[in-house]
């Protein structure tokens, strides 16, 4: 029987954000397993345009060794995805060939690389966009310019940017295309002294949905797209004040629970006090990330209340980075699971593989990504569907930049 060529490779992914913070793409690190095996890269593009659809992220292509990006750029046409091409690989004559017989062709390039080291003009002439990394000095030196003195070059997409007033520059003063990554621990760091809150867009496109008296599995999804709105949710359905005699161990179950009257005036009391920082979309939209993959990694067969529980499991699993406190502080307040409290806390039960393997496949550490899934037994071409099909599935603004 031959392999697929999704159970040829390792993935790995990166969302790609934009000015509004949102998702605007993603960036899929490609990674032979075996660089002597042949791959059937036409397959794998096949593949690509039948999970995609209209509504789907625009994708970014990243290979990881330089006989893929060849591979890749023989086979690719002007409808397949964005390709990324490394600078230092265009050492390579072959590769800068092939470089350019691509982009003659119409297949949109990005080059990626360090922003001290452009290429020359006529090679520059072959990329839609670039992918930069910016130094200290010059990330420094982009926060002391004055308007249009910035060394930051405008409209293209960054990498690698740690700091939240280097991304702002970047995105706001610079119009970056997009921000590869985000710097969500000196943003989270840079607001430490205030509360986690809610976000107010998922509150109030809640209330819209039970105006509209949707269904509950509308409700459901919404409030599982804010962490902190769904654990503050959790936390009132088994609050004394609410007077429930069972514990709440669902979202599903709290909301079966309370009437629509009891959710309104619930949002209701959270809406003035709801978070309408910008910078912390796409902290919330990555744990959302997450838990949708972990839910699509573990094999939950028909039962949905058990994947909603896997779901809620990753939804949670990064608590700590929000409310700043320890994990298993915050998760003791409410009758989880205790699978769930295993995988987080305990890194051990059913859910923890599932968990660590999400976590791993937002990077481009393929050996540590095998090797996991190797220890668990989790079939390659599975894991890499999985993925697929989850950032398929990602909103986007339906204005892309």
Not at 19 to 24: E, G, H, N, S, Y
Not at 120 to 131: G, H, I, M, N, R
Not at 171 to 195: F, I, K
């Amino acid at each position: 029987m031959v392999q697929s060529v999704l159970g040829s490779l390792t993935l790995g992914y990166r969302p790609l954000w934009g000015r509004t913070r949102r998702l605007m793409g993603v960036q899929l690190y490609v990674h032979a397993i075996d660089e002597e095996v042949t791959l059937n890269l036409p397959h794998l593009l096949r593949t690509l345009r039948e999970i995609w659809s209209e509504n789907s992220p625009p994708l970014l292509l990243s290979p990881q060794q330089p006989s893929l990006l060849q591979e890749f750029l023989r086979h690719a046409n002007p409808g397949a995805p964005w390709i990324e091409v490394q600078g230092r690989w265009l050492l390579n004559p072959d590769i800068l060939e092939q470089v350019r017989s691509a982009h003659a062709r119409g297949q949109r390039l990005v080059w990626r690389g360090d922003l001290s080291v452009l290429p020359p003009a006529e090679v520059a002439q072959c990329f839609t966009s670039s992918l930069l990394s910016v130094s200290p000095e010059v990330a420094l030196a982009a926060l002391r310019a004055g308007p249009g003195n910035s060394p930051v070059l405008a409209g293209q997409m960054y990498e690698g940017i740690a700091s939240r007033m280097v991304m702002q520059h970047c995105l706001d003063q610079r119009n970056a295309q997009a921000m590869a990554g985000w710097p969500a621990e000196d943003v989270l760091y840079s607001l430490r002294n205030t509360h986690a809150k809610p976000a107010h867009a998922t509150l109030a496109k809640l209330m819209r949905a039970i105006d509209a008296e949707q269904s509950l599995e509308t409700f459901e999804d919404i409030l599982s797209e804010d962490p902190i709105l769904a654990y503050r949710f959790m936390n009132y359905t088994n609050s004394a004040a609410l007077g429930l005699r069972t514990g709440i161990d669902s979202l599903r179950r709290g909301l079966m629970m309370m009437g629509y009257g009891s959710i309104q005036r619930w949002l209701g009391s959270q809406l003035p006090h709801a978070s309408t920082e910008q910078d912390l979309q796409p902290v919330y939209q990555s744990m959302v990330m997450r838990a949708q993959l972990t839910s699509r990694l573990l094999d939950a067969g028909v039962e949905n209340e058990l994947r909603r529980e896997v779901y809620l499991c990753g939804l949670f699993s990064q608590l700590d980075l929000l409310l700043r406190e320890p994990i298993s502080n915050i998760l003791n307040r409410i009758p989880l699971s205790e699978r769930i409290y295993d995988a987080i806390v305990q890194r051990t039960g059913p859910y923890a593989p599932s968990l660590q393997l999400a976590a791993l496949l937002e990077s481009d550490n393929a050996a540590a990504i095998r090797q996991l899934c190797e220890e668990n037994e989790f079939p390659t071409e599975e894991v890499n569907r999985a993925l697929l099909r989850m950032l398929s599935e990602l909103e986007v603004p339906r204005t892309r930049h």
